[in-house]
């Protein structure tokens, strides 16, 4: 647990991070700019790097779990704030109305103009219930279908932020066709006549994440995971507790690491040393220079091409043999 001196939303293992954290600023606070107090900063310092790149070199399934949920964890909008130069937000599917966990709107990224789709969690709780804290309603994917459809009409790529537990599971959601939204999203993403880039950023939970997860490239944060349930729900239908999330997260094996050994992930973007949630303005560089790497690659390929690469790559995801071809 977090001590007294160490913030509210700290994580259990990332106790020896703060203990350091908490000497170093104690250091600097005492006003004393003494010889022997600048060698203890560097000293301590350098001990932080040393412990901080040691315990995000061990993460655990489960812990990497609590990293990708973290409250100070950069979001959708936070990214289009730090990456992007312009973003012009749009709303509604014209039909039932707007849908607030998801994000979707047009931005400038260096000299390319993209539409960007994303899940939102919101900061404050006022935010997150509004939000409904990343789980999106029918509406929510069927303004996203919306927005990238008009992206393929002017020929502009789309760009997807994945961070969603899943998709809103409440009865209304239910009534509204929550399942169909989805998978019709999921249809005519891979025929969608655009490039598409998706980035799972935090949390790729169930058919809430791949309602928006089908791109000719996908990309994952280092500490973010991406599976076909969460760990509770998984303990919840094998072990019939929540209380086996730690045992389904190791099961699960949805790890970026994992996911890029299965080939469903095509890159792993490094974050800064203690996480995303530790410096978001060297993380949105980084996935920035990943974004506009991946639009020149893309831009320089027909269209033809383009849509049978995006088909063929969802088709053999999961596609294994029992023994191997002679």
Same mark, same amino acid.
């Given at each position: 647990?977090?001590?007294?001196?160490?913030? +509210?939303?700290?994580? @259990?293992?990332?106790?020896?991070?703060?203990?350091?954290?908490?000497?170093?600023?104690?250091?600097?606070?005492?006003? =004393?700019?003494?010889?022997? *107090?600048?060698?203890?900063?560097?000293?301590?310092?350098?001990?932080?790097?040393?412990?901080?790149?040691?315990?995000?070199?061990?993460?655990?399934?489960?812990?990497?779990?609590?990293?990708?949920?973290?409250?100070?964890?950069?979001? *959708?909008?936070?990214?289009? =704030?730090?990456?992007?130069?312009?973003?012009?937000?749009?709303?509604?599917?014209?039909?039932?109305?707007?849908?607030?966990?998801?994000?979707?709107?047009? &931005?400038?990224?260096?000299?390319?103009?993209?539409?960007?789709?994303?899940?939102?969690?919101?900061? *404050?709780?006022?935010?997150?219930?509004?939000?409904?804290?990343?789980?999106?309603?029918?509406?929510?994917?069927?303004?996203?279908?919306?927005?990238?459809?008009?992206?393929?009409?002017?020929?502009?790529?789309?760009? %997807?932020?994945?961070? *969603?537990?899943?998709?809103? /599971?409440?009865?209304? +959601?239910?009534?509204?066709?929550?399942?169909?939204?989805? &998978?019709? =999203?999921?249809?005519?993403?891979?025929?969608?006549?655009?490039?598409?880039?998706?980035?799972?950023?935090? $949390?790729?939970?169930?058919?809430?994440?791949?309602?928006?997860?089908?791109?000719?490239?996908?990309?994952?944060?280092?500490? +973010?995971?991406?599976?076909?349930?969460? /760990?509770?729900? %998984? +303990?919840?239908?094998?072990?019939?507790?929540?209380?086996?999330?730690?045992?389904? @997260?190791?099961?699960?094996?949805?790890?970026?690491?994992?996911?890029?050994?299965?080939?469903?992930?095509?890159?792993?973007?490094?974050? /800064?040393?203690?996480? &995303?949630?530790?410096?978001?303005?060297?993380?949105?560089?980084?996935?920035?220079?990943?974004?506009?790497?991946?639009?020149?690659?893309?831009?320089?390929?027909?269209? @033809?091409?383009?849509?049978?690469?995006?088909?063929?790559?969802?088709?053999?995801?999961?596609?294994?043999? $029992?023994? /191997?071809?002679?």
């Amino acid at each position: 647990m977090a001590t007294q001196d160490s913030p +509210a939303s700290g994580l @259990a293992f990332e106790q020896p991070i703060y203990d350091l954290e908490v000497r170093i600023r104690e250091l600097e606070q005492a006003g =004393n700019k003494s010889a022997q *107090t600048e060698d203890q900063l560097r000293s301590l310092r350098r001990e932080l790097a040393e412990v901080t790149r040691k315990v995000y070199s061990e993460l655990s399934p489960w812990e990497m779990v609590q990293v990708a949920r973290h409250k100070d964890r950069p979001y *959708t909008r936070d990214y289009l =704030n730090l990456a992007f130069e312009e973003f012009v937000e749009l709303y509604g599917d014209r039909r039932f109305g707007d849908d607030r966990a998801i994000l979707t709107g047009f &931005a400038k990224l260096d000299q390319y103009k993209v539409m960007v789709v994303g899940h939102q969690k919101g900061r *404050t709780y006022k935010e997150r219930s509004a939000c409904y804290f990343g789980c999106a309603h029918p509406e929510g994917y069927r303004k996203a279908l919306l927005k990238m459809r008009m992206a393929a009409k002017y020929k502009l790529p789309v760009i %997807c932020f994945i961070d *969603t537990p899943g998709a809103y /599971p409440g009865v209304g +959601a239910e009534e509204r066709g929550q399942s169909q939204a989805i &998978a019709e =999203n999921m249809y005519e993403m891979s025929r969608l006549d655009t490039p598409i880039i998706c980035v799972v950023i935090g $949390e790729g939970g169930s058919g809430g994440a791949l309602g928006i997860g089908v791109g000719d490239r996908v990309a994952i944060l280092e500490h +973010a995971y991406y599976s076909v349930i969460s /760990p509770e729900g %998984c +303990a919840g239908i094998l072990w019939k507790s929540g209380a086996h999330a730690e045992k389904a @997260a190791e099961a699960l094996r949805f790890t970026s690491k994992d996911l890029l050994e299965f080939g469903i992930v095509d890159t792993v973007l490094e974050e /800064p040393l203690g996480g &995303a949630h530790r410096d978001h303005h060297r993380m949105a560089a980084r996935l920035k220079m990943f974004l506009i790497k991946t639009l020149r690659e893309l831009a320089q390929k027909p269209s @033809a091409e383009l849509l049978e690469g995006r088909y063929q790559k969802f088709r053999q995801i999961g596609v294994f043999l $029992e023994t /191997p071809v002679v």
